[in-house]
């Protein structure tokens, strides 16, 4: 594997909750698989005020704790941590990050090669870039300069237009990065090896053959801590507007020309712009918003949404989100996309399944088995295919049976981890599978119409935490003849269940 230039990581919000649980681990493990350049550094930046020893000393405690790591390596890898207090907010504190960056230039040789990575609150999304500009920091004179954002990239469809210009004003879109971890998951790339190296597949990857597709992210947790920030989001900004759209274009994309951002990002965004807008019909049949209330699972009591800390007690915000959607193209005209993601449902669960049609034999008919293949996002990674074949005795009857592939058999493989990943492409230039401007507005305009219609406060259905969510979901399906498939924690394990 090629390794990245050397260059410096700017973290903004290195005190944060996401540096400590999912950027440093991801350096570590990069740095220890010798996946780094030879000469890198790691800059935290925040208002706390820390020497590089002790910030150094922070981050190995963590790691040591929540980590399985080599002393050694642990040791080494700290000394190329650096710290840096300024208040974000000021320009004229960035001198001060202008001078550290300079000094780390001439210590590791990094030719002024430098990825700024926006961990912080979405309100500072705007002023970093702005304060950076000001001291010629996004300046690629000397050594390329990237700029990686955290989602949500805007609130709506204005705010997203907006950010897109602030970020644009001082910076050009083959400096940003837009980050949405699921991309990242070896599984979701997997989608597209999977459909287009295999001629088995891709000839019946059409409305020819399948019936109707189904996308499910599942989260058995509730919010947690995070109700103050979830009761302004809900699930439809939280999960279905990135991550699960960006999952159905991987499903539903043509074969890109060559593996490389631009014609990858191409066909992700023909199939944004093939999404059949939703009507006001849509919205009264086609989508269903829900929100958890308490229940009692396996003698856990399971607090109800507005029960959560940070939520308000008359609180509107969906924690559901079901939703029949089309592509208006060649290859998916009339087929149904079903999509759903929700909290406090049985199981923590992301899957893809693809229905077939039944065969047209009369002489299996209406009792043939459904041939289904699933694709396993997380947990249990892997991939199950369900067929019919004779049942043992005498006559033609047939049985469903699967075979399936399971990611923890390719033991001798290591697996980066989603952010190991992407912090290596955005370090190697590679932006094949971060967001591009054009796709994150598209997705924003198609989901507009969802949030204009939650406002309504009737729009919501009530579910009993650790079920499979509203009654009303389910008819989505049922009165199509369809029903929602029932995933357990082992991909294996076809009957319904919880944890």
């Known amino acids: ?104 230039e001439q210590k590791y040789h990094t030719k002024g090669n430098t990825t700024f990575y926006l961990a912080t609150p979405p309100s500072l999304y705007s002023v970093i870039p702005q304060c950076l500009a000001a001291h010629g920091l996004n300046s690629e004179e000397n050594g390329w300069k990237r700029l990686i954002v955290e989602k949500p990239f805007g609130y709506d469809l204005a705010t997203a237009e907006q950010l897109d210009k602030d970020l644009h004003a001082h910076f050009q879109e083959h400096q940003i990065y837009r980050i949405d971890h699921y991309l990242g998951k070896e599984t979701v ?32 947790l509730g919010v947690e801590e995070r109700g103050g920030y979830y009761d302004g989001a809900g699930a439809v900004r939280d999960m279905f507007q990135n991550h699960l759209l960006q999952v159905l274009a991987m499903v539903g994309m043509e074969p890109p020309a060559a593996i490389n951002a631009d014609s990858m990002r191409d066909e992700v965004m023909k199939v944004f712009q093939s999404l059949q807008p939703l009507s006001e019909n849509d919205l009264n049949n086609n989508l269903v918003l829900g929100q958890y209330t308490e229940s009692d699972v396996r003698g856990n009591h399971l607090k109800g949404y507005r029960e959560e800390p940070g939520v308000a007690e008359d609180s509107r915000t969906e924690t559901y989100v079901g939703l029949k959607m089309f592509i208006d193209n060649w290859r998916w005209n009339g087929v149904p996309f079903y999509v759903r993601t929700g909290k406090r449902l049985p199981t923590r669960v992301t899957e893809v399944v693809i229905h077939f049609k039944k065969t047209p034999h009369p002489v299996f008919g209406a009792n043939a088995p459904e041939n289904k293949l699933i694709i396993r996002i997380q947990p249990d990674e892997g991939i199950l295919m369900s067929f019919g074949l004779k049942k043992p005795g005498a006559g033609f009857e047939a049985k469903e049976v699967s075979m399936d592939f399971h990611y923890e058999s390719l033991e001798e493989t290591h697996m980066l981890t989603a952010y190991e990943r992407l912090l290596l492409d955005s370090m190697k230039g590679d932006a094949t599978l971060f967001a591009r401007t054009d796709a994150v507005k598209a997705c924003w305009k198609f989901v507009q119409p969802i949030l204009d219609y939650k406002e309504n406060p009737e729009h919501l259905y009530g579910y009993a935490a650790g079920t499979w969510g509203p009654k009303e979901a389910d008819e989505l399906l049922s009165r199509d003849g369809r029903e929602w498939r029932f995933p357990c924690k082992n991909l294996t394990n076809t009957d319904y269940c919880e944890l």
């Not at 080494?76 to 004229?92: G, N, P």
């Not at 088995?200 to 020819?208: C, D, G, I, K, T």
């Open 189 to 220: 790339q997997n989608l597209l090896v999977f459909r287009f190296a295999n001629t088995m597949f891709e000839p019946l990857w059409n409305r020819n053959f399948i019936d109707y597709v189904e996308i499910t992210a599942a989260e058995f």
């Open 1 to 104: 594997m090629v390794k990245p230039e050397n260059n410096c990581i700017v973290i903004f919000g290195a005190s944060g909750d996401l540096t400590h649980r999912k950027l440093i681990p991801a350096f570590y493990h990069l740095f220890a698989n010798g996946l780094l350049s030879e000469e890198f550094a790691i800059l935290g930046v925040s208002r706390t005020h820390y020497s590089d020893a002790e910030f150094q000393q922070r981050l190995k405690e963590s790691l040591t704790a929540n980590e399985k790591v080599d002393p050694q390596v642990l040791d080494a890898f700290c000394q190329r941590l650096h710290y840096q207090a300024i208040d974000t907010k000021s320009v004229e504190d960035y001198a001060t990050l202008k001078t550290r960056l300079d000094d780390i």
